[in-house]
């Protein structure tokens, strides 16, 4: 049996309500669909896309298995023939998308879909689902990426992340984004993401003796121990920790302490004590770890002041993006049955027709702007939404997260200077194709045709 | 085969590294965990308990399988005789809760446990991750509850919920606090939430004529379609809909339309002109529901300034509590081995020993303050700790969901009036009972002496 998250009805009811009248209408023409942001949060100068492997499994398997149909019956909302429809439903159309770790600006489409209308349209809610928070995650993690200046960086955020799902997809959305590593151990065999565990504080408190918790981890753990040395008095566990790390040596030669956690107090002072207390007691070998409510103002502070800090964990701030803890992102039909669709909604219209990101670079390879432009417009420039799955036949398999990975360094080495900074830039520039904002022009034009149309025809129907 | 969310590996690794050390010394004295918020969030003025009946099943569930064991034998960072002693790791302690719904203040025990220590130690991460997500969620969808006064609220949030447990989670815990359903078909059941839909934007695209799109949807759902006004222009789309409803009637007599759906703009503006419009048409059975980045200061506006709006859908901002996207909770040691212990890290002190709160309430059944009180502290009030698993024996099954709306319901309505405001209010007051400081106390006293003998005792071993 499938667990619920892989079941179809994770959706949306609207999705199967406007399947079942476009079922009775037989309306099943080609649609085109494309997911963007519509503006970034404030403060943030660029988004990273991720998620694009988790949206490749979804429509690849995506079917109403035999509960799904049984509770469609029983609900009595559906008719048995809109139900019976289903049971061959399948996604059978094209995917074009940004490859994952790839930055992108507000309103450049990260996915397209190309399907009948009722496959691109069921898919929605689960697509932006997916796609949403792993881009959500990516984004504020590069940040802290950017802030760490090569300083470890370890997920610290399951406890505080929204649910099993958002716990080991921000792993991977962060180690994509350049993150050494997570601490849920479920990252590595999911993802085959490093993960890296000390202990609680609670560790500590049930021996009587702290010594004696550090002694019993460093002697289960002779090569790999970090001690959390902020329980009681941070000063006096380091001072500790250099006594320990000595009679280890003398007692057991084969025992190397690696580092010491602080998860608490004024971190940049307390580092400095414990850098000095370590470096006094010939210590000099064992790092120093800081964990604690940590986002990447706190690196860039830290870091900037000089503490001797050599990796951090980075929890619930960049797990639930808590900042920004959402994007504003849409996921809307640009074209059916060939005509060239937009949402004209105050403060949401869209821009319409099947289109593409050029991005365009300086003479050093810095990204200089992007053109958002119709799909066949002929402009100079990176391509960057790239063909994915077509007719239901995945062209590449995902990528190895070690080459996302590159692909996200080289992406953010490529950014403008302002924009890696953590305070607003002025905006990148996003120019929009004279072909393009042509079409939307016809579009209106169009559209207001047909609004009038509308009411002459229902009010002729009406008499 | 189980889904990964199922797995024992969704834990912090750490959990891990911890058990091995103490299996390594042997040490499984009973401990006694209790889950807490340390304080409330900016602007809150209460938080409401949920997730129990997810961590009843997670302990209850709780075992190592084949692949588990697996990764950990092949992952070479434990010892063969630790991974062995997981084939049998069950939970086999005791649970103590505030029973789903009911409200709580900082530093108050939302769940007790007591086992032995690895099995109290090993649930932390995944314990955390599930009830921190409902009560975050149930805490601020209260807030919409209040604001609606008696209005519809429904769900909206699957797509920007973080991943697929957050979208079903949050559908259960907005429902727990009030909400009258969901949008997350899978709401329905997995948790026998009712689930509403309509249209999107998208379907009214997919029509050349906007009111072909509504024409064929009301054939859909002839006692049950909710049309989508906003995509074009607002007031024309509501006088079309007038036009329809008195066409339905002619030609279709079996056919009402429900409700009229705004997703965007003025929405107070919008909603008095399409209430005229409909009024005036005779059409004063058509609701109006209202949607689009709504919260419960969204509501109180619109509902305080009069707005004739129906129902409301509530999606992103509540299912990712976007003002307060997570909550400074904690999972401490309080008790090893019959002694109480306590964590002094700077601004992260916590109360030893087992607690337990009394509520009082006033001569109208309003309450009026806590203790927080050691468990066997002889002290007047409603005890809210309730047993819940007892030696592995689940004491009575999860309440049904609408015995814990009751309870939900009766909890908000017994709150003090100014903590029912939105804004912030002077704190509830939680006393701490004598005995319970004069323990922190002596637990201080205890551990200053014990660091001193650390130092004294190490000092001595290493010579």
Not at 86 to 107: C, K, N, Q, Y
Not at 389 to 398: D, K
Not at 424 to 452: C, G, N
Request: aromatic share 10%; charged share 20%.
């Amino acid at each position: 049996m499938r667990h619920y998250s892989e079941s179809a009805l994770l959706t949306d009811l609207y999705e199967l309500t406007m399947l079942q009248a476009y079922f009775s209408r037989g309306m099943d023409d080609t649609a085109v669909f494309e997911f963007f942001v519509r503006q970034l949060p404030p403060g943030r100068n660029f988004l990273m896309a991720a998620g694009l492997a988790q949206v490749v499994d979804y429509l690849t398997e995506l079917l109403f298995d035999h509960d799904d149909l049984a509770w469609l019956s029983a609900s009595g909302r559906f008719d048995p023939e809109f139900i019976a429809s289903l049971i061959d439903f399948r996604f059978s159309g094209d995917v074009d998308a940004l490859p994952e770790g790839t930055v992108f600006f507000a309103d450049e489409p990260v996915i397209r879909i190309t399907a009948p209308l009722r496959e691109a349209q069921f898919i929605e809610s689960r697509v932006m689902n997916l796609l949403h928070y792993q881009t959500l995650v990516a984004s504020k993690a590069a940040r802290s990426v950017i802030a760490a200046q090569g300083r470890q960086l370890v997920d610290f955020g399951l406890r505080r992340a929204h649910g099993a799902e958002a716990a080991v997809l921000s792993a991977r959305a962060s180690y994509i984004a350049g993150f050494d590593g997570s601490a849920t151990t479920l990252a590595a065999p999911l993802f085959e993401i490093p993960v890296f565990g000390t202990m609680a504080h609670s560790f500590v408190q049930a021996y009587e003796y702290e010594t004696d918790a550090f002694a019993a981890f460093a002697q289960a753990f002779p090569h790999n121990a970090t001690l959390l040395i902020d329980t009681y008095d941070t000063e006096a566990a380091a001072q500790q920790v250099v006594r320990l790390q000595q009679w280890l040596q003398e007692e057991e030669r084969d025992i190397q302490l690696k580092a010491v956690r602080i998860d608490s107090g004024d971190l940049d002072a307390l580092a400095r004590q414990v850098r000095q207390i370590l470096d006094a007691g010939d210590c000099g070998g064992i790092g120093i770890f800081a964990s604690g409510n940590l986002d990447e103002y706190a690196l860039q502070a830290l870091l900037q002041n000089g503490a001797p800090i050599d990796g951090f964990g980075v929890g619930t701030r960049m797990n639930t993006s808590s900042d920004a803890p959402y994007l504003d992102c849409a996921y809307k039909l640009v074209e059916y049955a060939g005509q060239a669709r937009r949402k004209r909604s105050p403060g949401k219209a869209t821009w319409p027709g099947c289109k593409q990101v050029f991005r365009h670079y300086d003479a050093h390879g810095v990204m200089c702007g992007d053109t958002l432009a119709l799909q066949h417009d002929e402009i100079k420039g990176e391509a960057l939404l790239q063909p994915v799955i077509r007719g239901s036949m995945l062209l590449t398999p995902s990528s190895p997260l070690s080459q996302v990975r590159a692909h996200a360094r080289a992406q953010i080495a490529s950014l403008p200077p302002a924009l890696r900074g953590l305070d607003a830039a002025p905006p990148y520039p996003v120019a929009v194709s004279h072909t393009l904002q042509q079409l939307a022009q016809q579009v209106d034009e169009h559209q207001r045709a047909m609004a009038e149309a509308d009411h002459a025809h229902w009010g002729a129907d009406l008499g």
